[in-house]
């Protein structure tokens, strides 16, 4: 398994969700365009993405499986995974039925019907809620997730620094109060010292 990531779904996740809804939307816009040639165009460029993106999904959805019975959870996050399991088998379900129907439309050289784009556009939000669910797995409940940053362990030091010889430059110290300028100095924070932090 590739070390940085925990599961192979995350990968495909992404060309799932990106060539349905690109597909929906090319569908979509062949009804509302009226210039032929870009109808013919994003017709076809519909139908390949729809198809390809239904192929991807069946990969999609077996390393889900394996993600589902793999990650470590605790009973909310699996309550979490299961309404999401939920969601991503009926929006599969229902895009590779329209798979099959956009076969069948595409071989009788008919044009798609007012029905056939009416379904896509269920499907995109089941898909887009999916979705949403499944970031919530992941930045709500931390599944897959290796390591979680260290808050403390980080500060702007170089900001800082740079922020202070600002300030000195547009208030330089007056000819006369080298002793002043120079207790001033001994007050201020080293460079490189990362600065106070409280909550």
């Not at 499986?65 to 979490?80: K, M, Q």
């Not at 071989?107 to 919530?136: D, H, N, Q, Y």
């Amino acid at each position: 398994m590739v070390e940085i990531i925990p599961n192979w779904h995350p990968l495909f996740v992404h060309f799932t969700v990106a060539l349905l809804t690109i597909s929906v939307v090319l569908f979509t816009l062949t009804k509302v365009v009226t210039n032929w040639r870009l109808e013919d165009q994003w017709l076809a460029t519909a139908y390949w993405n729809l198809w390809i993106g239904v192929a991807i999904s069946v990969v999609t959805v077996i390393a889900g499986f394996i993600a589902f019975n793999s990650v470590e959870h605790d009973t909310p996050s699996h309550v979490a995974m299961l309404d999401h399991r939920l969601w991503a088998l009926l929006t599969f379900a229902l895009f590779f039925v329209m798979a099959i129907w956009a076969v069948i439309q595409y071989r009788s050289e008919k044009p798609p019907t007012t029905l056939f784009i009416c379904i896509l556009l269920v499907g995109l939000f089941m898909l887009s809620s999916t979705a949403w669910r499944g970031g919530e797995l992941v930045y709500r409940h931390g599944l897959g997730v290796m390591s979680l940053p260290d808050k403390d362990d980080h500060g702007h030091s170089v900001d800082t620094q740079a922020h202070e010889h600002g300030n000195d430059r547009e208030q330089p110290a007056e000819e006369g109060h080298g002793e002043e300028a120079e207790k001033k100095g001994s007050h201020e924070k080293t460079p490189g010292e990362a600065p106070d932090h409280s909550h």
